[in-house]
Each structure stands twice: as C-alpha cells, then as structure tokens.
C-alpha cells in the first residue's frame, strides 16, 4: 500500500485544482476567495476545458498556474490533468462556480492530518445560495440539506468541494474522462470505488462553500435527469449495490414509488370524472389523500427545512417541486433498468460469441 502520510509535525502542501470553461462569469469570485485563505501552504492550479471567453486573463490577473487542454475534454479530464501538474500532498478540486470561505482549506488539511487513514474529504453547499430565484435557492438548499442529515462516513465523493490525498487519487487512475466527458457522476463514480476498496471517505459538514450557479427550470430537470439519474442508474445496475445514504435513503424509495401512486391515482381521477372509467371518485380521493399525508410525514423534515429558511410559500412551491423530482427519477429508474435488462442477456450473447 502507498505511503500517504505526511511526516509529524510537516504541513501538507495543497494543490487547488479548478476546472472551468468558459468561467467569466464566476471565476474570479472563485479564486478571490482563495486569496483570503487561512491556510497558506497551497498552490492554484486552473485549467482551462478551450474557454472562449476571457477566461485566460481572469486566472492570470490572479497570478495561479494556468493549463489549457488541447481540446474541450470536460471536468473530469481537466482535474486529471491538473492533478498531474499538481505538487502538494493534497489534491482539493474546487469548480469555478464555488466560493470558499477562509477557513476551507485548513478544514480539509486538519481532517487529513487527524485520519491518517482518510482517503478523502468534500463539503456541502451553505445555506445563502448566490441566486435569488426560486429554482436555484430550491437546488442548493437541497444539496445542503441533504448533505448536513447524511452520515459523515460517506458512501461518495463530491468534486465541487473535496480534497483527496494524491496518492490514492493516482493509485485509483483520477476521473474516468472516458466515461464521463461531460460534468456528471465522475466524481461519485470514483468515490463508489474508493469505499468499495475500504478507503474512508469523510463528509464535512462545517466545510459550507457558496453556490453562484444560476439554475432553471429547464437546465435543473435536464441536469437532474441525464447528467445525475441515468448514469448513476446505470452505475448501481452495473455495479449491483444500491447506497442507504443521500438521496437513497429508504424514505426517498418509498417516496419515489408513492409519488408514481399519487400521479396514477390523479390520472384515474381525471378519467373517471371525464366518464371514461367507472372507478369510485371518493375512493380516488381518499387515496390520493393518503399518498400526499404519507409523503409529507416522510419529507417532514425537509420540508420544515424549507419553512424554516424561506417561508411557507417557498416550501409549499419546493414541496410540489420534491414531489416532481421524486417522479421523473423514478421514472428514470424504471427506464434504464429496464433498457438493461432487455440489454443484457444480448450482451452475454455477444461476449460468448466472441470468445467462441
């Protein structure tokens, strides 16, 4: 096994790797904070996925090691070469869109020199997303939310904010850019093999970086669905395991498979009052408000989150849009499992032709 561990009494050097494409918008916020670090042993690399815009000057107005790809490659290929440039002990990836406070970085050196077992160690997003607008305040408050009532032995790996050692991000091949040539579960992916492995990941819930991402309607469902929900699907299908923490937790099974009762009871409702089936409306009615009473006993808590931090009408809003997104990732689900179902037995087909 690779010897990780810094000497007593040395201070690890950090290596900030940014990705960015096309950041002018958010980098410089970004890497001014990193400017006003507590922790001042580090290094800021940024590299540049063939931004178009002025993203070059930006990272040289900040005087931090500058890299440019030689073709877009995505995230994940960007942090691995950023990494192999690296020159500090600890690898902390940082996207561009994502403002850290002063105290960051020597919260992810101290969570190292603590464990020497620890592989490695992410964040969460804070609680004052930077966009007023209700999509992205829902998107971010749910991300923090999720994160600050998950275990802190974590099953994942968060590239926005997380830092891992070099060694085992080297002796595990970094992010597979194959893979995941646009920014999707490269991060999650590399963390699933890090626990399966036995290497301790931690969740830091005092690490809280600001969000400046501007999400809508369209861009969150299209995110949430084929860039999160499909590859993670295929993810836990390929790999037969199935996560009890984050979003997979039982009461968010339960809920996606309620929510797909509630949207089959409302259809039934429409066509029995359309006088093309002859269900009982009561009895719809009495399920449907069944199913919405147990989804909100089952959210309860997140759902008080809301109320707590943005009033009644953001929480009756972000309640209605949980519920959706309990529906289309189910969905989702059911889809891609079933796609590799049917697909499977013609893959083994396939492979044993080949070794005829």
């Known amino acids: 096994m690779v010897e990780h561990n810094p000497q007593p009494g040395s201070v690890p050097k950090v290596s900030v790797v940014v990705p960015v494409r096309n950041g002018r918008m958010h980098l410089s916020r970004c890497l001014e904070a990193l400017g006003r670090s507590q922790y001042l042993d580090f290094e800021v690399i940024v590299v540049d996925d063939c931004s178009t815009d002025g993203t070059p000057a930006i990272a040289e107005r900040y005087c931090t090691r500058y890299i440019r790809t030689s073709r877009p490659m995505g995230p ?44 490695a160690v992410f964040g969460t997003y804070d ?48 992010f597979d850019a194959a893979k995941y040539p646009m920014p999707s579960i490269e991060d999650i992916a590399l963390g699933h ?81 359309s006088g093309l089936t002859r269900i009982p409306s009561l009895l719809l009615l009495v399920l449907i408000a069944s199913v919405v009473l147990l989804l909100l006993l089952l959210n309860w808590d997140v759902y008080r989150f809301f109320l707590r931090k943005r009033g009644w009408w953001f929480a009756a809003r972000a309640v209605l849009a949980h519920w959706f997104y309990y529906l289309y990732s189910g969905v989702t689900f059911l889809v891609c499992a079933v796609i590799h179902l049917v697909s499977s037995p013609f893959s083994t087909a396939r492979r044993g032709n080949t070794t005829n």
Request: hydrophobic share 45%; glycine share 6%.
């Open 127 to 174: 609680e004052e997303p930077a966009w007023p607008a209700f999509f992205s305040q829902y998107k971010n408050l749910m991300h923090c939310y999720v994160h600050q009532t998950s275990s802190e032995s974590a099953v994942t790996f968060w590239a926005g904010c997380g830092a891992m050692r070099k060694a085992v991000f080297e002796e595990f091949g970094g």
């Open 76 to 119: 994940g290929a960007a942090r691995n070469l950023g990494a192999r440039h690296a020159e500090g002990e600890i690898l902390a990836f940082v996207d561009a869109d994502v403002v850290l406070p002063p105290e960051a970085l020597r919260l992810i050196v101290e969570d190292f020199c603590r464990d020497p077992e620890l592989a």
């Open 193 to 273: 093999k890090l626990v399966c492995s036995g290497r301790k990941i931690r969740l830091n819930k005092q690490l809280k970086v600001k969000h400046l991402k501007r999400w809508t309607f369209r861009s969150l469902l299209w995110a949430d669905i084929f860039y999160r929900a499909v590859p993670w699907t295929e993810l836990i299908l390929n790999t037969r395991h199935l996560p009890r923490d984050l979003n997979l937790s039982y009461a968010s099974r339960a809920s996606s498979a309620l929510v797909g009762l509630l949207a089959g009871a409302c259809v039934l409702l429409f066509l029995t009052l």
